[in-house]
């Protein structure tokens, strides 16, 4: 194999893996993460503190009982006892939507608040306890869009890096290819960033009701945490290594001996003082 085309190879497959990289932390993320129902709990449990999600919880039972109790609910949401129900709550929900996507059902998906309202019925009484979370109709696409993450949650930054190790080993020269590499990745890290805030940006400006915006601005940066770090490490050691391996091709090379400045004459051929 020629030179050139160990470069062409190299730099396809150093390209091909740089790309599925903000794909492959996106898929790890979903399917790890959110999909993970004490991950999510506890990334959700700070925001039973936001105002702005206290204000909405307290808009969304209003919608479901009425706005006789709109004060009380309020209240409620400012005492140490909602955070608890806010916890409750959310595991109740990420369970029900999780045990839907798995087992395959077609009905709606509904979740008995039972427990958490047996914790204030002496503040607000509820007249029902089972509410929907997500309707029969969404379950089919969301059923597939979970079968594809828990695939590419896995074999995506396993490609991405067996693609990368492939590429720089293929290559002519490594110290290259492995700078390419790095530099590749921190792209992708930076776009994974651009991608998450034009994401938030999307989701704020597709909202029926502008006066949820905060609550759902602070749910989003919640539970995109995780993925924004991950965002700036991938720049971060992504610039650090190409910074490496450009300092020690630079200065790391051994000097070059230099040669002699001239022909040495052959002795031989020199004149003795006899010949003279």
């Known amino acids: 194999m020629t030179s050139r085309v160990r470069g062409a190879l190299s730099a396809a497959l150093i390209a091909l893996a740089c790309l599925l990289v903000p794909f492959g932390a996106v898929a790890a993320w979903a399917a790890y993460g959110l999909a993970d129902t004490g991950r ?12 702005a999600v206290r ?3 307290a808009d ?11 004060p009380l609910v309020r209240s409620f949401t400012r005492t140490p006892a909602f955070g608890t129900a806010w916890d409750e709550g959310n595991r109740a929900v990420h369970q029900a939507v ?26 607000v009484a509820l007249p029902r306890t089972e509410i929907a979370v ?4 969404q379950l089919d696409r969301l059923r597939k869009g979970y079968d594809v993450l828990e695939v590419a949650g896995f074999w995506l930054p396993v490609s991405a890096a067996v693609l990368a190790a492939a590429g720089i080993a293929v290559a002519a020269c490594r110290r290259r290819a492995l700078t390419a590499t790095a530099l590749g990745t921190a792209l992708g890290g930076a776009l994974l960033s651009l991608a998450v805030a034009v994401g938030r940006r999307l989701t704020l400006t597709d909202l029926p ?17 995780t993925l924004r770090t991950v965002s700036w490490l991938l720049v971060a050691v992504g610039l650090a290594v ?35």
């Open 55 to 57: 204000d909405s919880v």
């Open 98 to 123: 999780l045990r839907a996507v798995r087992d395959g059902g077609h009905h709606e998906v509904t979740v008995d608040i039972a427990p958490i309202a047996a914790r204030v019925e002496h503040r």
């Open 40 to 51: 999510y709990v506890t990334t959700m449990a700070p925001l039973a503190a936001d105002p």
């Open 209 to 225: 009701d502008p006066v949820h915006r905060p609550a759902v601005g602070a749910v989003y940066d919640a539970l995109t945490a």
């Open 60 to 70: 969304a039972v209003e919608d479901e009982v009425g706005e006789p109790v709109r």
């Open 242 to 276: 190409a910074l490496t391996c450009w300092l020690t091709g630079r200065y790391g090379r051994p000097p070059a001996r230099r040669g002699p400045a001239g022909p040495v004459p052959d002795p031989a051929q020199q004149p003795t003082r006899a010949q003279a």
């Open 134 to 137: 997500l309707p029969a109709s």
